[in-house]
């Protein structure tokens, strides 16, 4: 198939939906040329694509040399050595339920939509990046581009390897259902545009978050291979 049929069958939605996909917990991407060539789209209309997700801030800047993006910003660095587990929890259970609030309140069809897909994760996808990918579409349904990017530095730093907890290996598949239940609750509070309950649900999802990381806390646990958040 010609490259002009394959593209005119994605739009530029879900081009960014396919590729927020793909990305890793930090935001790094498989080279240009594979990802060409899976699409089948020039790399012109790529990097557009890429350059409207950074924008966005869908994705983090452009890696400089070998060094991502969290390596090279100082602003994150200095956060992490300040941070710890708790830190990131109890500032995310401030933070979270809110911007659960406005997304019921502010997002558009396409934005409930995409939090509503984003809430079920697939067993053969790693654990942690669908589920900053939830949180980041909730953060952007928002509208409120400055509480998008507070966001995305929280995140940034509490994935930082220095900051995270060993977790389970592999996670518990238990854990991953009731995540995702938990995510669909919020979804579908925010696309019913019920702002009261989608507020509640992201804290009762947070507290779970919570008590899952004073587990790791505890002197008992077994680490394992470490992940990010939940």
């Not at 800047?61 to 090279?72: H, K, L, Q, S, Y």
């Not at 309140?105 to 984003?118: G, H, P, T, Y």
């Not at 579409?137 to 400055?146: H, P």
Request: a neutral charge.
């Amino acid at each position: 198939m010609t490259e002009d049929r394959k593209s005119a069958r994605l739009s530029a939605e879900e081009l960014k939906e396919t590729i927020a996909d793909l990305a890793s917990e930090d935001g790094t991407l498989p080279p240009e040329r594979e990802l060409v060539e899976e699409f089948g789209i020039t790399r012109s209309r790529l990097r557009r694509i890429l350059a409207e997700m950074r924008e966005d801030n869908l994705i983090p800047p452009a890696r400089v040399g070998r060094r991502n993006f969290r390596e090279t910003n100082p602003q994150v660095q200095n956060l992490v050595r300040l941070a710890n587990p708790t830190d990131v929890i109890e500032l995310r259970l401030i933070i979270e339920p809110q911007l659960a609030r406005l997304a019921a309140l502010k997002a558009s069809s396409l934005e409930a939509e995409r939090i509503v897909k984003a809430a079920n994760s697939q067993k053969e996808e790693s654990y942690g990046a669908p589920d900053l990918a939830f949180h980041l579409e909730i953060a952007s349904a928002t509208r409120n581009t400055l509480a998008r990017e507070l966001y995305r530095i929280l995140r940034q730093v509490g994935g930082d390897a220095r900051v995270r907890l060993p977790d389970r290996a592999p996670p518990c598949p238990d854990r991953r259902r009731k995540r995702d239940a938990e995510h669909l609750k919020i979804a579908r509070a925010i696309a019913a545009r019920d702002p009261d309950l989608a507020q509640e649900c992201m804290r009762q999802h947070l507290l779970a978050v919570r008590a899952v990381i004073f587990d790791r806390m505890s002197p008992d646990f077994s680490a394992g291979t470490s992940t990010a958040a939940e």
